[in-house]
């Protein structure tokens, strides 16, 4: 059965951490990896990882793909107030879309 | 404005009344698909269409229905929904390139809170 599992499942830092969320996976036939952030409505898209060991930045938040070791890890340096959020990471399998519980986040000021 | 609409947007129905959830989107995507989110569950695929005519079965499709009569619409049905329904619905449509989804420019729906009683 294809999974996707995100750790941990939640996490509290200060403003101006380093934080580095985890997604590990399972699935039949990976295309791809995404991580998107999810505030207070529908997830906004961050990355699409394809191919390993090529970073993925923007800003502040960087991610990795290892195919071989099935994971993904999300980095965000400096946290802020802004990044509080859930992180959710998805494989697309075959066109099916897989996804984490996810990880919610919280910067205290 | 390049959107996707879901309605209603809230909704408070009784086991086994049946409904539908409309989804729409103006953007001529072949990729359509719905999500349910539960707290502590992130979001599991229900169906997904990548074209007219053409859906698939998700992760939990039991208990729903859709179709895909035309590209833009992708309805959710529930024949006789359960409280085990209760949920926040999300339906997302994508473009696909290169026999591949373009993530980067998907658009999710608003919601629709679903209670079942």
């Known amino acids: 059965e294809d999974k996707v599992v995100q750790s941990p499942l939640s996490l509290v830092v200060h403003e101006g951490d380093t934080v580095t969320l985890n997604c590990s996976y399972e699935?039949?036939?990976?295309?791809?990896l995404l991580w998107y952030k999810q505030e207070k409505k529908a997830p906004t898209f961050l990355f699409m990882l394809?191919?390993s060991g090529i970073e993925k930045k923007s800003g502040r938040l960087s991610s990795i793909l290892d195919k071989k070791e099935l994971f993904s890890i999300l980095n965000i340096t400096a946290t802020q107030t802004g990044d509080s959020a859930i992180y959710l990471c998805?494989?697309?399998?075959?066109?099916?879309?897989?996804w984490g519980a996810g990880t919610k986040l919280i910067i205290k000021p | 404005e390049a959107q996707v609409t879901q309605n209603p947007r809230y909704l408070i129905t009784v086991t086994g009344k049946k409904l539908t959830v409309t989804c729409s989107q103006n953007?001529?995507?072949?990729?359509m698909s719905w999500y349910r989110q539960d707290p502590g569950l992130g979001l599991r695929q229900i169906y997904y269409?990548?074209?007219?005519?053409?859906?698939d079965k998700g992760d939990v499709p039991e208990g729903y229905k859709v179709s895909r009569k035309e590209k833009r619409n992708f309805p959710l049905i529930l024949e006789s929904p359960s409280p085990n329904q209760t949920s926040l619905y999300f339906c997302?449509?994508?473009?696909?390139?290169?026999?591949?989804?373009?993530?980067?420019?998907?658009?999710f729906g608003p919601g629709t809170r679903l209670t079942v009683l």
């Open positions: 394809t191919s």
């Open positions: 997302a449509s994508y473009p696909m390139k290169g026999g591949g989804l373009v993530y980067n420019e998907q658009f």
């Open positions: 269409s990548m074209n007219v005519e053409v859906t």
């Open positions: 998805a494989v697309d399998s075959n066109y099916q879309l897989i």
């Open positions: 699935v039949t036939n990976f295309r791809s």
């Open positions: 953007m001529n995507h072949e990729y």
